[in-house]
Structure formats: C-alpha cells, structure tokens
C-alpha cells in the first residue's frame, strides 16, 4: 500500500488514484489523529496506524508520498480550541518518528525542521545552491524577517522537478543539471525549483506536488 499523507480532504485534495496503477490510500491528518495508531521503539515493526477504518501495521506499506510539512492546529478540529496547538505538536512529533522509522521509501523524509525534508529560507537555499556552484538571484534579507517568501516563479524561466535521482520533462537546458544538483545537496527524493531565463535560482521546494501528471507518473515509478 502507498499512504499519501495530506493536510485535509476537499477539491484541492488528490484522489486515491493519483498514484495508479499503484495501490494507494490518501489519509489527512484529521483522519490520521483521530483513528487508533500505536508506535514501539524497539520493535517499530509492530507499529501500525489506521487508514480508512482500518489497522495496517506499517510492514503492509510499501512507500509513502506526504504533503504535509507542518501540522496546522487549526485543522485538528475534533479537539477542544484551547488543546488543538498542543495536539498537533504531539501529532508532528508523532509523524517524525513514523516516517523516519520506516524502512519502505518515503517522499520526503523528516529533517529537524520540517515533516518534508528541509523547509529552508530564501537565505538557506541561496547558500545550498551557491556552494553546488549553481547561480543565484541577488538576495536581500532583513534581520526582521529572514523566513521572507521565496521568488515566484517568472512567466519566461524555467520550472524543474526532480523525482529519484532524475529530471521530470526534462528541458534540455542548464537548470536541469542545476536542479539535480541542488536535490542532491538537500538530499531530498522530491525537488522543484524554479529559476530565471539566465538559469539563475529563484527558489525551490521540497513538498510534494501531486497536480502534474508527469510527476504523479515520476512518482509511481520511483515507488514501484
């Protein structure tokens, strides 16, 4: 079974098929804290968690696909207003630990900082990319706000995806290599970055974005 973890349900939400011919299950967090879930240390094999009313212990799962790289309070919505915080703090460090511990390949993994992998800064990404040799935008950041947003993407540069090691629709230009570069860096499965009509970095991401169609398929291959 492939669990694709997402924030919450709705239109914006993808289906249980978007990873087909896989077998996948789509679970929100929601879902996730309120079904019965059990975790060991040692014995992490016996762990399991519940997933469309029902137990699968985690040797059922063959990979994982998660959206989710914070756990927003608000969405806990079973719980009382004044627990939510608390609770979803308890469920990020819950999720920190499940997907570490699994030995099936999960998209992204946790780092320290984010359920995703590195949930880095404009600064952050800037220094990753300039020490992989690959050219940057110039940056200003103000000591008041340094999480300042990334650059959008520009409507005449270059969008790449990096699933597994390779370039999703390749584009035969220098930010491919550029992107397959900064992946390895952040040692991430799942990249997209974006950068201007000179190759230049304008930002990046490492969650999930399930709405391409080359990348559902990119996907699937690499979990296969």
């Given at each position: ?15 249980a ?8 299950e789509?679970?929100?967090?929601e ?27 985690v ?7 998660n959206?989710v790289?914070a ?15 608390y609770q ?16 099936c390949?999960?998209v ?9 992998g ?7 990404w ?36 990096c699933?597994g ?15 397959m ?6 040692d991430?499965t ?23 169609e ?11």
């Amino acid at each position: 079974m492939i669990l694709v973890l997402v924030a919450a349900g709705g239109a914006s939400a993808p289906s249980a098929a978007a990873l087909a011919p896989l077998e996948a299950e789509v679970v929100t967090l929601e879902e996730l804290a309120a079904g019965p879930g059990t975790l060991y240390d040692p014995g992490f094999e016996r762990s399991a968690l519940t997933v469309s009313g029902r137990r699968v212990v985690v040797g059922e799962l063959t990979g994982v696909v998660n959206l989710v790289p914070a756990v927003p309070p608000e969405l806990l919505t079973f719980y009382a207003e004044e627990e939510r915080e608390y609770q979803a703090g308890e469920l990020h460090a819950w999720l920190s630990f499940f997907l570490s511990s699994l030995r099936c390949r999960v998209v992204n993994r946790p780092t320290p900082v984010s359920l995703t992998g590195p949930a880095l800064t404009p600064l952050s990404w800037t220094r990753l990319a300039r020490a992989a040799g690959i050219a940057t935008v110039p940056l200003a950041v103000d000591s008041r706000d340094v999480r300042a947003a990334l650059r959008e993407p520009e409507p005449d540069g270059v969008d790449v995806v990096c699933v597994g090691g390779r370039v999703v629709s390749p584009t035969g230009s220098l930010s491919d290599k550029a992107a397959m570069r900064l992946a390895e860096a952040a040692d991430v499965t799942y990249l997209r970055v974006w950068f201007d009509r000179d190759w230049r970095l304008l930002g990046a991401s490492s969650v999930p974005d399930l709405r391409p169609e080359p990348t559902r398929r990119a996907l699937a291959d690499y979990l296969a």
